[in-house]
T-cell receptor, first 110, second 114 residues
């Protein structure tokens, strides 16, 4: 079965700094999804990538998909306290099932 | 705003008791997923439905867990009997069922089994 490994597991950055979160799959990536979770709440969809080399941006968050490396990265520019939370990557393995990675906990301090 | 509604938000029960968690998917969505989240295991897929039919429940302990969709507006996850290791946050998510879709998550049910 497909497994997704995220790194780092946790990240503490100062407001204004840039950061990158990585997601590596044990199998070929077809659909790769990024979600964000705030403490005590459900997940919120950020973006979905489907093609190798694809890159999408939403506000100050950019995600890229490297299909050959079976990896995706999420980059946040000029981080803000509102970016704090848990970031999870998900993959569907070309099926209906959506499984998630181990998660990266992000803290942003002023 | 359309949202996925889960009840109850919190549940504390004693080992051996039956627990039922409910989920109301977004109107018009035809896929429903149940996930369980713990610190140790992260977010695990338990079961999912399309058009009320169960497609995969391989993530669920079959002897004690059951998931159903009595109708298009209600999905249930039942644990009988509950055990302390079932303590977790259980999430329901729904999607429009068109493939490569984004899912909308409920706020979860925090279950504590004493």
């Amino acid at each position: 079965s497909q497994e997704l490994e995220q790194s780092p597991q946790s990240l503490i950055v100062q407001e204004g700094k840039n950061l990158t979160i990585n997601c590596t799959s044990s199998k070929t990536l077809y659909g790769l999804y990024w979600y964000k979770q705030k403490y005590g709440e459900g997940l919120i969809f950020l973006m979905m990538l489907q093609k190798g080399g694809e890159e999408k941006s939403h506000e100050k968050i950019t995600a890229k998909l490297d299909e050959k490396k079976q990896q995706s990265s999420l980059h946040i520019t000029a981080s803000q306290p509102s970016h704090a939370g848990i970031y999870l990557c998900g993959a569907d393995g070309n099926t209906d099932k959506l499984i998630f990675g181990t998660g990266t906990r992000l803290q942003v301090f002023p | 705003d359309a949202r996925v509604t889960q009840t109850p938000r919190h549940k504390v029960t004693e080992m051996g008791q039956e627990v039922t968690m409910r989920c109301q998917p977004i109107l018009g969505h035809n896929t429903v997923f149940w996930y369980r989240q713990t610190m140790m295991q992260g977010l695990e897929l338990l079961a999912y439905f399309r058009n009320r039919a169960p497609l995969d429940d391989s993530g669920m302990p079959k002897d004690r867990f059951s998931a159903e969709m009595p109708d298009a507006t209600l999905a249930t996850l039942k644990i009988q009997p509950s055990e302390p290791r079932d303590s977790a946050v259980y999430f329901c998510a729904s999607g429009a069922g068109q493939g490569r879709e984004k899912l909308f998550f409920g706020s979860g049910t925090q279950l504590s089994v004493l």
